[in-house]
C-alpha cells in the first residue's frame, strides 16, 4: 500500500527564514510526485510535478526536490504570504486508467510571521 | 476559464437526507474525481470518471454516488446522510491520468 508522510505537522517561520519540508513515501515505484498548496477555505493548488530522483523544479521562493525515499519544499526567504498547507501526493505506475490515483500526506501547515 | 466549480458552498443536512453535490468543469478534461478532506487526514478519493459514461469506485464510496453524462459534469449524489459524511468535499479534473489536477473549491458538509 502507498504511503505518505509529510513533516513537520506545522511550521512556523518568521518572514526571510528560510526551511524546508519532507514529504517521505513508499510506493511500488513512482510514476509522478505532487506537491500542491491548499489556503484555508480552499481547494489544493497545484504546483510541481516530480518525476525522478535528483529532478528539482522551482518557482519563486519554492523550490522541490526528490530522491528515492523523499522529496522537499524548500522555501527561500518566505513571506507572509507563503503561508498555507503544503501537500505531497504521489502516484504508482500503471494507474493512468484506474483514476490516476495519488496518495496524500496530511500535509504541513506553514505560518510566515511578519 | 472558470476551471472547476463547485456547488454549493456550505450545506448543513439532517440524518437521512440526501442531497447532490454539483461539479463543472470548463477545461474539456476526460478525467474527473471526487475527493474528501477530513481534519488531520489526507485527500481520500470517493468516486472518479475517466470520460462520459464511465465512473469507478476509488478508496471510500460507501454511501456516494455518481453519474458523469458529460465530458463538464460530475455530480456526487450523498443518499441516506450519515454523520460521518460530515467533511469537505473537492471535485477535481486532469486532462489524462497522469498529469496534474485541478480542484474546485469545496463544498463544506455537515450532517446532524
Known sequence: EDQVTQSPEALRLQEGESSSLNCSYTVSGLRGLFWYRQDPGKGPEFLFTLYSAGEEKEKERLKATLTKKESFLHITAPKPEDSATYLCAVQAPGEETSGSRLTFGEGTQLTVNP | ?112
Request: aromatic share 12%; charged share 15%; proline share 5%.
Open chain 2, 1 to 112: 476559464n472558470a476551471g472547476v466549480t463547485q456547488t454549493p458552498k456550505f450545506r448543513i443536512l439532517k440524518i437521512g437526507q440526501s442531497m447532490t453535490l454539483q461539479c463543472t468543469q470548463d477545461m474539456n478534461h476526460n478525467y474527473m474525481y471526487w475527493y474528501r478532506q477530513d481534519p488531520g487526514m489526507g485527500l481520500k478519493l470517493i468516486y472518479y470518471s475517466v470520460g462520459a459514461g464511465i465512473t469507478d469506485k476509488g478508496e471510500v464510496p460507501n454511501g456516494y454516488n455518481v453519474s458523469r453524462s458529460t465530458t463538464e459534469d460530475f455530480p456526487l449524489r450523498l443518499e441516506l446522510a450519515a454523520p460521518s459524511q460530515t467533511s469537505v468535499y473537492f471535485c477535481a479534473s486532469s486532462k489524462t491520468g497522469y498529469n496534474e489536477q485541478f480542484f474546485g473549491p469545496g463544498t463544506r458538509l455537515t450532517v446532524l
